[in-house]
């Protein structure tokens, strides 16, 4: 389609408040669900976060990794084994883990956003001894499943003053140096919170919190962190959405600006809801 | 009209090999004409400017200011005075041409800039001796008219290294402290040409060069500098364009990139030019 | 006059520990009166600012312009409307207020300190909205008469760091980008505040605080601000006086160390008041 | 065993003229073999090379991994292939070797040197474009085998800078973002050149250049590079070892200082080779 | 003696941990005693703090100069002069210390620091006022004995930051300009907390606080301040003892993490105090 | 005496293109003779000294000490001993002269430049190898007198960078780490040349180069260092002014702008000759 003149400058010039706002700010991406899956739509996050970086925002990129894992450990012929409905994470399971997270997806990350005209850095939470983790406490033993204990943002300061956009990979570093498999939700509102991040933006399959979960036109537009208890007593925000909920709340209560939900399977979700007006997800400040 | 957020996304990621070709690199602007004179057309230059600049791209603003000159000359009940149809300059038109450029002119540009959220920096070339100039010489006296004899770029520098787009006003100053009026189109080229600048745009009231000057349909998109001589003895460059275009040639030969002729009437001209494979106007390289 | 070279020498050693003290310290000159009109006193006044400058004191010139708006406004056939003795700033007024200023008062001043030597640079309060005002409020609308909102210091604090004396003429912006009249004085004594400044220095066409208004031997020297309000009452302080002199103790009361009311008429008054013990007028401290 | 004090300050004086040749100079180690497999011999090196670090030797350590991915290979059933003897690098076994070098060996190694107290950054060739390859060309399709075509060493500066040890995985980047199996010996090597290093280490698993390969006190403790050729005519440098002193040689040529081969199954053969007169292997010149 | 590349090994892997402990640290140390008049003790000392400098610790040399200064006396016929026991600094007398410590031994200091492939620059505490001091009152008039008023560090930092080992001789310098002589001890305490140093090192010819003064295996490894008074009690501390430890604890009191006296008899007593866990003398923390 | 306030303006006001002719030039000034033995003119230099470093000059001070070596070699009861009438220098004296120069008179010098409100630091030709130096040959073995191979300009430099006038000693300092005694004049011209300093001042005990060695009316104002050689071929430059001449066109054939031998028994001759038109000693260009 050929777009005339006049409405590309409309569109560009309707993005200048929004290039104001986020100017040498730092924006935290997690960056996961079919986003991640699907090719096409894989190829447009990674070309709007070039875009935004050249534009002067400071984007880290978060990712994870489930559809991946489970394919190669099926490849090994490693029997999943759940505990209680969770998944239970044995040594053989965290190697797994670790070579899938940081040395296939996060490298490919890396090379899409080099490929698309970006710079870009790949970082997992061992180096630098970045996200310190322990063995995550509870009623079941999970294995090597852990909880984040500190964040050493040095390493991605130094990427993003180089003009890197850092890619990185939720697995933490225990004290004894074993790795932990992070969920890497909770991992990117904890670095948010230790980068000073103006946004946090959650990228899932769904639209949002919608007051109607089977209508999308009952989207919630924006959620000011003190509803969330109420919201969450009368059901509306429930099952899955519960704990991408409190990652949100969590980076805003230590500083954040504004943590986003919004819908990866939407083309350009990213760059519609930091550069335009038009929200395309749910917004908690 | 409400915009698709689809084609918005569109329009935003064509823009993105254009960010990145003019990141960081400065863009000497020289502004005059209809574009000066319409609100409208100014609104939209400002906001493109500012734009421009926020992304990235270091935008030096040149103004010329004929129209309000010969307003402020009226109000005064100064009489004009020509000599082989070029305009004396006598003391007290010199005195007014000062007054309005760097006064008015420059400070108001200034503030439109301020009110986009763009940050501005208004300059003329009596600043730190900016534009060093000397009496023009010919077979006619013009009085205060002057050529450059040298430019200082420090001050734009400084400027543009702490964020500012800067803003200039090209009154040109003598060993003796007195200042001259000096050609806007060759303060500009010659300002592009001591910053290293990437592109000289000079925005003018025509399409571009036209091999039939009546038929817009013709217009030549792109020039080597060593055709036009040829271009000037079949005609086609001609009158009021042959100082134009020796402007954008004089900055080429100096190691300028690009010239571009660009139509200051079209709105967001330059917003196109830079960032879209549709080229709005000649450019001479 | 053949100076010997022993006086010579006492002289230049004599301004030692004034030079010391003053060293790399912001000292602001607001500048007009007599001083202004003179072209010998101005002559003076601009190489003591130029030596100052380069012995190590950091110099702002703040400068206003009143009888070179008067010769304007009467060239254009302005009829001055006062109300209640004040003068009322219509827009037109305003905008002959503006040019003058920024256009030519200001950039003159620019070229004669490069003229000796120095490195200038002009700017207004429209620069990177570094005046920020508000239409001033009272009993009488005076139109485009305006206040300070606030100071924004960075375009000097970079000039400064540069080397250049920056030359500044107190026109303010409003929100809406409406420019304003600012009260030369009044700026003055903010922009020192804003730039902990050592010192504020006001040229006047005033011997300084006389006990006795018509015998100058009756000179104060120094005056603590706690004993100004007495002197009011006394009406020691009194008439044109106030205004001066509320500036002088504004400045102190935000963080200025000492302000000074010096006589412009007489030759290198700024020079002698800053290296020598010889105190030229009166200091507020 | 209890050292005495004055044989322990005798071994650290020893080390002073060595630390003061090596003082903020890059040393490039590429580490593979068995002191890669053995976990006590890893052990000592990464001691080393903390140690030679915090002692202000700026190191890089390349690594290899040609165990580890075979029996990747094998968990994942994958059936080598071999052409003229040379292993055939398919796409899958290409994100294999990804996947273990980048995501395993590299993190491991990362977290050994952050046990031991230093502060370690993994990168591969595929993040900022580091390893630049093309896939190699000769008479048998070797799949994803890349040869290198340019380096570019910003992201190790930069690590270096921020007093990282940079762990590099030997993985290139085509321009079409394909991902090129890299041997890491001429990794090494031209990375080495690329940094300007003093020293490329080999670590092997032989003792160095032996004129009787089966008596090892015919050990060559320094060649230099003019020699090269004559050794090899006579069959001294023969087998594998060529490939390893080409490397030596190529490194050389292109200005690193020194290239030697050591024996990593020596314990601490790093530190001696460094700190002592006592050369381990043999020095390419 | 041979020594064997393993012992070699094991006895730098042995110091990393306290590399890593004194990395970027100051360290004072106050030099005198026999440690000073033995040649071959110099040597070993100059070595080890060369060592020490470059592995990045940050070496500060306090040094006295008793005998030699006793020498020159000597050589001038000046008779020494005691009041109740202790040396009167007559104005001859100062002007040798001042010739002694800061021309003689101080350069030759720096000058071995150098030869051994140290940085070194000598100063003295008229440098800068470095060492601000007036006359010490007491029962006695001890002439030109001075006490410190107050230390500026910049000019040690300045040296430190250039990568020098700075040099210091112990002359203070009055208001009146006015060299006095200033105990070494003292002024090392004073300066090692003016620079916050982690650690004040006293060589004397002592091997440290002893339980038995007559027995060496009764030496103290590490007193917390705060047992000082009692140890005074007891009568432990007692003598020449008293004013060192008294330094000892001031310069903990004014923030010094510890301060250690060794025995400079020893060779290489700094190293090992340094480098190993083996203290060689008493440690207050 | 009273002075003018006319006449101070007027003194500080001539001063002002000097003052921007020096501003951040390095000036080395060798401070000898009659200037350093009386109090009084010794307190003039250093007044001047101070003046002309607050007002943006670099001023480095190179001093000698013949009297004050003579002096003490006299206390120690040491025969002076001649060959051919020059002083030979045996270990004995050697060590004299180190101590009188960098512990006696470069010490006094920094305290008399602090004392008047100057930034000093005193350093000598070991302090890191500055003065690199080696045993002057000639047919007469004159012990370590010494010869300059080489400067090592850094800490002039960085004392410099600091604010502080680095005060020199000129000990050379050889391979062998012997101290040399070098020639005062020499060893300025040669600092001078490695600074590249602007100015190199000689200050003697004549009023410069006359025509008539008896008149000083004949005073030679400036000599092109190309009529050197026809002035000592006519006489004019004979005896003490060789040596002292051939420093200053060694000091500007390596880059020095200009070299002044000026009569420091003149009050303020420094000043003066730096800051007012009126030279007072001869200058070399």
Same mark, same amino acid.
């Given at each position: ?14 993005? =200048?408040?929004y290039i104001?706002?986020?100017h040498? *700010?730092?924006v935290?991406?997690?960056y ?5 899956t $699907? ?10 976060? #070039? ?5 002067g ?5 978060v990712h %994870?990794? %489930?559809?991946?894992?489970? @394919? ?10 759940f505990?209680?409905g =969770?998944?239970?994470?044995?040594q053989?399971?965290m ?7 940081? %040395? *296939?997806?996060?490298?490919?990350? #890396?090379a899409?956003l080099?490929?698309n005209? !970006?710079?870009a850095l ?6 630098? $001894?970045?996200i310190q983790a322990?063995k995550l406490? !509870? ?12 964040i ?10 180089? !003009?890197?956009?850092?890619?990185v ?5 225990g004290?004894d ?5 992070i969920?890497?939700?909770?991992a990117?509102a ?7 991040a103006?946004? =946090?933006?959650?990228?899932? @399959?769904?639209? !949002?919190?919608?007051? @109607?979960?089977?209508d999308e $036109?009952?989207l #919630?537009?924006? &959620?000011?962190? $003190?509803?969330?208890?109420?919201? *969450?007593?009368?059901?509306?925000i429930s ?7 409190d990652?949100? &709340?969590?980076a805003?209560?230590?500083? #954040? ?10 083309p350009?979700s990213?760059?519609i ?6 929200g395309? %997800?749910?917004m908690f400040?």
């Amino acid at each position: 389609m050929k777009i005339e003149n006049q409405l590309r400058a409309d569109v560009l010039t309707d993005a =200048l408040p929004y290039i104001q706002k986020y100017h040498q *700010k730092i924006v935290v991406v997690k960056y996961g669900g079919n986003a991640m899956t $699907s090719d096409e739509l894989k190829d447009y996050v990674m070309k709007d976060l #070039v875009l935004l970086s050249l534009i002067g925002i400071k984007i880290v990129l978060v990712h %994870g990794g %489930g559809p991946e894992i489970n @394919d190669m450990l099926a490849r090994v012929g490693k029997q999943p084994k759940f505990i209680n409905g =969770l998944r239970y994470t044995d040594q053989e399971t965290m190697e797994i883990v670790q070579m899938v997270l940081a %040395g *296939k997806i996060n490298k490919n990350l #890396v090379a899409q956003l080099e490929k698309n005209g !970006g710079k870009a850095l790949g970082l997992c939470g061992m180096d630098a $001894s970045m996200i310190q983790a322990q063995k995550l406490t !509870g009623p079941d033993d999970l294995g090597f499943v852990g909880e984040i204990t500190q964040i050493n943002p040095e390493p991605i300061f130094t990427a993003l003053d180089q !003009g890197y956009i850092p890619v990185v990979s939720t697995i933490g570093i225990g004290d004894d140096q074993q790795s932990y498999n992070i969920n890497a939700d909770t991992a990117a509102a904890k670095i948010a919170a230790a980068l000073c991040a103006e946004n =946090l933006i959650l990228m899932s @399959d769904i639209k !949002g919190l919608l007051l @109607d979960k089977d209508d999308e $036109s009952t989207l #919630v537009q924006s &959620v000011h962190v $003190s509803e969330v208890p109420r919201l *969450k007593q009368q059901g509306i925000i429930s099952g899955g959405m519960i704990p991408k909920i409190d990652c949100c &709340v969590e980076a805003i209560r230590r500083g #954040v600006k504004r943590s986003i939900i919004i819908d990866g399977r939407t083309p350009h979700s990213i760059l519609i809801e930091l550069l335009s007006k038009e929200g395309v %997800g749910t917004m908690f400040y």
